[in-house]
């Protein structure tokens, strides 16, 4: 398993433990996940899921709050999720 596979493999088990609302499914789709979260669209999280992508810092950051993650770890560096969005916000 390469790496982007390991961190697809994760973002897969983490989208799974979220119960879907809209669909009779034990878990949230990835179309759903894409419905309800802004910067995110099922062709980005299925080529994350599958290992082939690269996403940048913000997408990571959009699908931890996708995820209901509040905090991501990257590079031993804990990022708040809720303050890196309030500052996109603020950017734009």
Do not use: W
Request: with cysteine.
């Amino acid at each position: 398993m390469t790496e982007k596979e390991k961190l697809g493999d994760r973002l897969r088990k983490l989208r799974e433990k979220i119960p879907s609302s809209d669909y009779v499914k034990d878990f949230i789709s990835q179309q759903e996940l894409a419905d309800k979260n802004i910067g995110l669209t099922k062709h980005l999280i299925g080529t994350i899921e599958r290992g082939d992508a690269n996403p940048t810092l913000e997408k990571l950051i959009f699908l931890g709050k996708a995820l209901n993650l509040r905090t991501l770890n990257i590079l031993d560096v804990d990022i708040n999720i809720e303050k890196f969005i309030k500052e996109c916000e603020k950017i734009k």
